[in-house]
């Protein structure tokens, strides 16, 4: 079965300094992996998505994450954090042939100035 | 333009009423998805319609009736529904089926009384 873990609840971080949120994936293929934000009730904003070729994938608002098949991770991060990045995060996995996107638990990010 | 809408954004009904969510979108997506969350938790997916038919049914209770007059829309009839089905219901859209990303609505805030 596929699976997605996000093994913090909360990252706390300093506006200017770099965030990484961290996301940890289990499937039986090639995965597709996937980056959600969420603000306070409101929908879930795409960021980004690996499907294959460069492990380091750049997405909006100057988020990237980092692809790596032997530690089977893929972890969001942004050089400089701002308080407008304080939202709720979402990794997915999906497979081809799968008809499901399966999210992870959420990661609250919480910049403070 | 990757817009997904939704109305009503907020719904307040009792256990007794019978009322309908919407869902639009103009992408020419042809896979389209219900989802309910709840606070501070994933998405839960309802059901999925590939091509305008029902693809996955993920077990929801027959109070929610899923149904999609066309490609561009997507409707969530609701009857004698349950205070535990208080949430925010979530409608997304895709090319096809994942791996594609899916692009969400703002979501409507459902409030059973």
């Known amino acids: 079965a596929q699976s997605v873990a996000q093994p913090e609840d909360q990252v706390n971080v300093a506006e200017g300094n770099p965030l990484t949120v961290k996301c940890t994936y289990s499937v039986s293929g090639n995965p597709y992996l996937f980056w959600y934000v969420q603000y306070p009730n409101r929908g879930l904003q795409f960021l980004l998505k690996y499907i294959t070729g460069d492990n380091l994938v750049k997405g909006s608002y100057g988020f990237e994450a980092e692809f790596n098949k032997s530690q089977t991770s893929f972890h969001l991060k942004k050089p400089s954090a701002l308080v407008s990045d304080s939202a709720l995060y979402f990794c997915a996995v999906s497979l081809t042939g799968f008809q499901k996107l399966v999210f992870g638990t959420g990661t609250r990010l919480l910049v403070s100035p | ?113």
């Open chain 2, 1 to 113: 333009d990757t817009e997904v809408t939704q109305t009503p954004k907020h719904l307040v009904m009792g256990m007794t009423n019978k009322k309908s969510l919407k869902c639009e979108q103009h992408m020419g997506h042809r896979a389209m998805y219900w989802y309910k969350q709840k606070a501070k938790k994933p998405p839960e997916l309802m059901f999925v319609y590939s091509y305008e038919k029902l693809s996955i049914n993920e077990s929801v209770p027959s109070r929610f009736s899923p149904e999609c007059p066309n490609s561009s829309l997507l409707n969530l009839h609701l009857h004698a529904l349950q205070p535990e089905d208080s949430a925010l219901y979530l409608c997304a859209s895709s090319q096809v089926l994942p791996p594609d990303t899916q692009y969400f609505g703002p979501g409507t805030r459902l409030t059973v009384l």
